[in-house]
């Protein structure tokens, strides 16, 4: 079924480059691509939520100390303190 797409000029050049490389027509490749995305988007590894990008960091930790999250705040001041005495 015929169909027509505008593309811009390094669009084009890149479908062309493309082509010559792999030895396909320029539909061959457009419809290749067509199906690589079509692809990616059912096996979900499309756009991914923010949580999937870092679900690797996300857990439990054992050892360390237990009080972590004990007087962050004041912690986080004497931090900044000290950084601010070193400068002088």
């Given at each position: ?59 439990c ?21 000290d ?6």
């Amino acid at each position: 079924m015929p169909l027509s797409v505008r593309l811009g000029a390094k669009t084009e050049s890149l479908i062309t480059r493309l082509a010559r490389k792999r030895r396909q027509t320029k539909s061959e490749v457009i419809r290749d691509a067509i199906g690589a995305l079509a692809e990616q988007e059912t096996n979900g590894s499309g756009k991914k939520r923010p949580y999937d990008q870092v679900a690797h960091l996300i857990g439990c930790v054992k050892g360390g100390p237990r009080d972590l999250s004990v007087r962050t705040g004041e912690k986080f001041r004497q931090i900044l303190v000290d950084r601010k005495r070193m400068r002088r």
